[in-house]
């Protein structure tokens, strides 16, 4: 009996098309805070700008001083540990602590937005 040479079978194609991740992080600007803040306060964006901006000018400076801020709802904030940069820059560690029912109440907001 002879035999007949084996053809090679083609390789099946394969899907290379990137899965959709699920949990992408998404990043909310400074712009985008400012149009939500306008939204909850009724408050036209000239007058909420200086304000937010003067809020996270003191926040830094708290931060960088070594203050722990207790700011509800958002929980307690403390520096853990920061690196200068070069161009003097710093990254700043920090620790986020939450109350129990800050997650709920923050669900029931987005819900009403």
Known sequence: MVR?????KAPTPVDVTPEPVAD?????K???LLDKVVARTNLKKRDV???VEAA???IREALQDGSELSLPPLGKVRLVKSK?????AE???LKLRT???AAAAVSMNDDDA
Do not use: I, S, W, Y
């Not at 007949?4 to 090679?8: F, H, S, V």
């Not at 200068?84 to 003097?88: F, M, N, V, Y």
């Open 4 to 8: 007949k040479p084996a053809t090679p």
């Open 24 to 28: 992408e992080a998404q990043v909310m």
């Open 30 to 32: 400074k712009p985008d």
């Open 49 to 51: 700008k200086p304000a």
């Open 56 to 58: 996270f000018a003191v």
């Open 84 to 88: 200068p940069l070069d161009g003097g």
């Open 91 to 93: 990254v700043m560690t």
């Open 99 to 101: 109350a129990k029912h």
